[in-house]
């Protein structure tokens, strides 16, 4: 048995496929590399010592993702494939609805087909809109500010719905804080393309010396030091908690919305001086206007995810930032000086 995972040279879900085959699972990897490389796969072999099947294709392509289904003996998916940038979701919204709603449907109807009917599916936190926190599973969703995030809230639409309809499916949908960090051996990390719009990697190219200064967006919230607060999760910690959500689908016959964080924040000046000591150096930043649809805070109740799933974050914002530090200093450009 397999689990495929979409969207597994990504951010997420390479450091969820490091997890999956620590634990001796089976994986295949599907992805169109849109917004990753293979390299980050290669890396994923090298970290584990096991090899498993890649395929470059859409999830939009659906006789491509038959094919797929066809030669493996899948009997679970993990989907993270999607756009994910908040910003260019509000400037191209039929490009993030056809992307993110249609490829998801595709997968479903192929999924259907070939009788698989359990999956895991990458939310956010942000189905959540302007809530109070913290942020607990049964409180309200929909109210989002953005395609992005509609995108999201919609797709929970669709497997509630799957789900109202056959019982016989299991889904899992982990609602996402904040993913920073990278794993340990540095190999991989967060690789976003041109200038970073969050926080994280946005510092670790200041302290590398790509960007000059960071710009703090605006510092008269009403949190401890006026500066945003959010739950920031070390990815190596998200990715164990897919490894157990895989368990959670496999063993019962559910639809569960999951929040995956730590259960506190930090806010941005937190963040930028628990950095500068892990890398020794001043973090160059200045104070600016509020970014717009920016809450002063956000944190998740983490206590579902503890009960259903065993889960429970332990790697902390020292290690979230060392971590991101190895990672960012090691390959100063992402995994762009692997290509040929
Ligand atoms: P990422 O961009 O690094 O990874 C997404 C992967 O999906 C990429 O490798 C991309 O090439 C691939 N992809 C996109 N569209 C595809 C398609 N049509 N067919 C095949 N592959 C496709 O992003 P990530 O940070 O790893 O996020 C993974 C998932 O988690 C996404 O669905 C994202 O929306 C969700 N999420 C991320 C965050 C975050 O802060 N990183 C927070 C909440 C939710
Ligand atoms: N921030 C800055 N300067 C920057 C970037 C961010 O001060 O250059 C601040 C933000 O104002 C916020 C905090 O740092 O207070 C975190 O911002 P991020 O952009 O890193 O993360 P967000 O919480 O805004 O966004 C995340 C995910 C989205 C998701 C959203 C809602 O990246 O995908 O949470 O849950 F939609």
Not at 100 to 117: P, S
Not at 243 to 265: F, T
Request: aromatic share 10%.
């Amino acid at each position: 048995m397999a689990i495929l995972v979409t969207g597994g040279a990504g951010f997420i879900g390479s450091h969820t496929c490091v997890e999956l085959l620590n634990a001796k699972e089976e994986i295949v990897v599907v992805d169109n590399y849109d917004n990753s490389l293979p390299e980050a796969l290669d890396r994923v072999r090298q970290i584990t010592g096991r090899d498993f099947r890649q395929y470059q294709c859409d999830i939009r392509d659906r006789e491509g993702l038959c094919r797929i289904f066809q030669d493996n003996d899948i009997d679970t998916v993990i989907h993270f494939a999607g756009l994910k940038a908040v910003g260019e979701s509000c400037e191209v919204p039929l490009k993030y609805y056809d992307n993110n709603m249609i490829g998801t449907i595709i997968l479903l109807e192929v999924m259907k087909d070939f009788g698989v009917k359990r999956m895991v599916f990458s939310s956010s936190a942000t189905v959540y809109g302007d809530n109070i926190v913290p942020y607990v599973e049964t409180l309200s969703t929909g109210n989002v500010t953005n395609p992005y995030g509609r995108t999201k809230y919609f797709i929970e639409c669709i497997l509630k719905d799957i789900y109202g309809a056959d019982h016989n499916w299991s889904i899992a949908l982990l609602r996402y804080f904040n993913p920073i960090g990278a794993h340990e051996s540095g190999l991989i990390g967060e690789n976003p393309n041109g200038i970073p719009s969050n926080l994280m990697p946005y510092v670790a190219q200041v302290a590398v010396g790509k960007l000059k200064e960071l710009v703090v967006f605006g510092d008269d919230y009403s949190t401890a030091d006026g500066t945003g607060v959010r739950d920031y999760i070390h990815v190596t910690d998200l990715a164990i908690g897919h490894v157990k959500a895989v368990d959670y689908v496999r063993n019962h016959r559910c639809l569960e919305a999951i929040n995956l964080g730590s259960g506190r924040g930090y806010s941005v000046l937190e963040v930028i001086h628990a950095f500068e000591k892990v890398c020794g150096k001043k973090i160059h930043y200045r104070v600016g206007p509020r970014r717009p649809g920016d809450l002063p805070i956000i944190y998740a109740d983490a206590k579902k995810a503890e009960r259903l799933l065993g889960f429970k974050t332990t790697r902390d914002l020292d290690k979230m930032c060392k971590d991101t530090w190895n990672w960012q200093s090691k390959n100063p450009n992402g995994y762009e000086q692997e290509k040929k």
